[in-house]
């Protein structure tokens, strides 16, 4: 397996605790989700990969969703957190920091060097952002 897969393969792991963490902090709708995964650098490669996990999610049980239509706008699914979700993010939370400290440790990473991951931006020029 090349770099790439394996970096396809860790984003793939933790798209969902990434998506249960920006529901924590509100509810939001599919597209904003998008929007705000591809802010982070190289976190989301295909807004595709968002729908498919957020029916996993809510099979899981981590996640509702209720259609809600808002003045002038056409309906929108929104997606919230459920206290399950909150209980498997913080979870993951509690394992994140070793495993990633383990990870850093065996690839001699240097904790002290801010981490600024260049794994291509996914946005467009409209939400003033711009491929690297």
């Known amino acids: 397996m090349e770099y790439g897969g394996e970096t396809t393969e860790l984003r ?3 798209l969902g605790p990434c998506v249960l963490a920006l529901l924590a902090e509100r509810p939001r709708f599919g597209l904003e989700l998008v929007r705000d ?5 190289g976190l989301l490669t295909s807004e595709g990969t968002v729908y498919p ?3 996993r999610l809510r099979d899981a049980g981590w996640v509702t969703s209720k259609w809600r ?3 002038d706008q056409r309906p929108r699914r929104y997606y919230s957190i ?3 979700g909150h209980a498997h993010l913080a979870g993951f939370r509690a394992e994140w920091s070793a495993f990633a ?3 850093d440790t065996v690839l001699k990473v240097d904790a ?3 981490r600024t991951p260049q794994l291509g931006r996914r946005t467009s020029k409209a939400d003033g952002w711009e491929a690297p």
């Open 82 to 84: 459920t206290e399950q």
């Open 112 to 114: 002290s060097q801010p």
């Open 69 to 71: 239509h808002e003045d």
């Open 37 to 41: 995964l591809s802010h982070a650098d």
């Open 12 to 14: 793939r792991g933790v």
């Open 101 to 103: 400290a383990a990870v």
């Open 53 to 55: 996990l957020l029916n």
